[in-house]
T-cell receptor
Framework: NAGVMQNPRHLVRRRGQEARLRCSPM?????VYWYRQLPEEGLKFMVY????????ESGMPKERFSAEFPKEGPSILRIQQVVRGDSAAYFC???????????????FGPGTRLTVL | GENVEQHPSTLSVQEGDSAVIKCTYS??????FPWYKQELGKGPQLIID?????GEKKDQRIAVTLNKTAKHFSLHITETQPEDSAVYFC????????????FGGGTRVLVKP
């Protein structure tokens, strides 16, 4: 029973390039969350998605960041025109559908460590 | 919005002793409180959680307590072992508001053999 999968695990980009981070939720999970973790800090919520819907993007920077969770395929977090301040670990989490007993629980992937040169 | 404070930021204990980490939250609507363990280079791993209708929960050497009136909750690890060394995060969420987690700043636990 595979857990949450993220790729790539490490990503290096130069300033101004685009970064695409992918997340495949656990089997049977229909909710995906993205969090960002700066070095030596806690995780900060970015966005919450269900299939084809953005439910809560209150933690997303207003510009350059976007997220999607299409009907088929993984969820994508896209960062355009990256800057050095975007360097961080980006974690995806998934949870079971609403109405299930464990729908609160979020299970995290291994993360993508983005380095902007 | 919700704010979660966690302390201490670092905790060093002798193997076999207990470790206690405390968190406070600000939003009285929060009703779900998970704890995560994060090892170096890995994603957070859910180790225990508690819901607002429960005051205490235990799973082997790990226990969590919740005081809704005071808005604080704690993680207790008994008989610590070197493999318990990691960073621990508390979090809070409001189920009706989409379950987004607000995390504390983390506690780095070092268990000395």
């Amino acid at each position: 029973n595979a857990g949450v999968m993220q790729n790539p695990r490490h990503l290096v980009r130069r300033r101004g390039q685009e970064a695409r981070l992918r997340c495949s939720p656990m089997k049977g999970h229909s909710h995906v969350y993205w969090y960002r973790q700066l070095p030596e800090e806690g995780l900060k919520f970015m966005v919450y998605l269900q299939k084809e819907n953005i439910i809560d993007e209150s933690g997303m920077p207003k510009e350059r960041f976007s997220a999607e969770f299409p009907k088929e395929g993984p969820s994508i977090l896209r960062i355009q025109q990256v800057v050095r301040g975007d360097s961080a670990a980006y974690f995806c989490a998934s949870s079971p559908p609403r109405g299930t007993v464990l729908h609160n629980e979020q299970f995290f992937g291994p993360g993508t460590r983005l380095t902007v040169l | 919005g919700e704010n979660v404070e966690q302390h201490p930021s670092t905790l060093s204990v002798q193997e076999g002793d207990s470790a206690v980490i405390k968190c406070t939250y600000s939003d009285s609507a929060s009703n779900y409180f998970p704890w995560y363990k994060q090892e170096l280079g890995k994603g957070p791993q859910l180790i225990i959680d508690i819901r607002s209708n429960v005051g205490e929960k235990k799973d082997q050497r790990i226990a969590v307590t919740l005081n809704k009136t005071a808005k604080h909750f704690s993680l207790h690890i008994t008989e610590t072992q070197p493999e318990d060394s990691a960073v621990y995060f508390c979090a809070a969420s409001i189920g009706a508001a989409g379950n987004k987690l607000t995390f504390g700043g983390g506690t780095r636990v070092l268990v000395k053999p």
